[in-house]
Structure formats: structure tokens, C-alpha cells
Nanobody
Framework: QVQLVESGGGLVQAGGSLRLSCAAS???????????MGWFRQAPEKEREFVAA??????????ADSVKGRFTISRANARNTVYLYLQMNSLKPEDAAVYYC??????????????????WGQGTQVTVSS
């Protein structure tokens, strides 16, 4: 059974940092490391939007313009689990949202669209106070 479980969300002041984690299990390592893993976010009354993606091995990494230079996506393997991280620095109030971890294949729809991803986590809330 595929599971993506996010953690690390919380309340932080503007300018602060948070590190989100996503534990992915239930598929082979290569399914995750050779495919696409990404982070999306959804603020209240807004559509879900792409944040960052890491694709294949060696990894190709992509960011939304709004987070480039402030967020860093990374991936690590451990026993039976692939971990996806999102280090978020210099947080702004507009970064507040529910953040979702997602996993998909190598090709198909564009990496910045939800259609690329077959599996999603339950989301973790990030709140940024001004």
C-alpha cells in the first residue's frame, strides 16, 4: 500500500524557517527515485499550486518562481522508505498553506501539474505570522 506521510508543518514568524518531511513507502525505491516527487501547496480559497519537484536520478530539480532561492527540495533513501524534504527559509505570509507531498512517474503530464502525480499525502499546515 502506497503511503505518503508529511510532517514538519507549524507556525513560524515571517523570515523564519521550517523543514517539511515526507515519508514515502509502498513502492520500490526506483519507482520514487526514477520518477517524480514534488511538493504542492494550497491556501484557503486558492487552487493547489506547484512548489518544487525532484525528478529521476541523478536528480533534476525544479522550483516555482515564487520560492526559488528560498526553498530547497531534497530526497534521501532509508530502509524501505524514501524521504522527501522541503527546507523553507525566509518564509513570507503568502507562503502559508497546506503543503502536500506527491509522487508520480517519470513522464506524462508536466511536472508542475497535479496530473503528473498518482499519489498524494494528507497535507501539513504551514502558518506564517507577519
Amino acid at each position: 500500500q502506497v503511503q505518503l506521510v508529511e510532517s514538519g508543518g507549524g507556525l513560524v514568524q515571517a523570515g523564519g524557517s521550517l523543514r517539511l518531511s515526507c515519508a514515502a513507502s509502498g513502492r520500490t525505491f526506483s519507482s520514487y527515485t526514477m520518477g517524480t516527487m514534488g511538493w504542492f501547496r494550497q491556501a484557503p480559497e486558492k487552487e493547489r499550486e506547484f512548489v518544487a519537484a525532484i525528478i529521476g536520478s541523478p536528480a533534476n530539480i525544479y522550483y516555482a518562481d515564487s520560492v526559488k532561492g528560498r526553498f530547497t527540495i531534497s530526497r534521501a533513501n532509508a530502509r524501505n522508505t524514501v524521504y522527501l524534504y522541503l527546507q523553507m527559509n525566509s518564509l513570507k505570509p503568502e507562503d502559508a498553506a497546506v503543503y502536500y507531498c506527491a509522487a508520480g512517474g517519470f513522464g506524462g503530464s508536466a511536472y508542475y501539474t497535479s496530473r503528473r502525480y498518482d499519489y498524494w499525502g494528507q497535507g501539513t499546515q504551514v502558518t506564517v505570522s507577519s
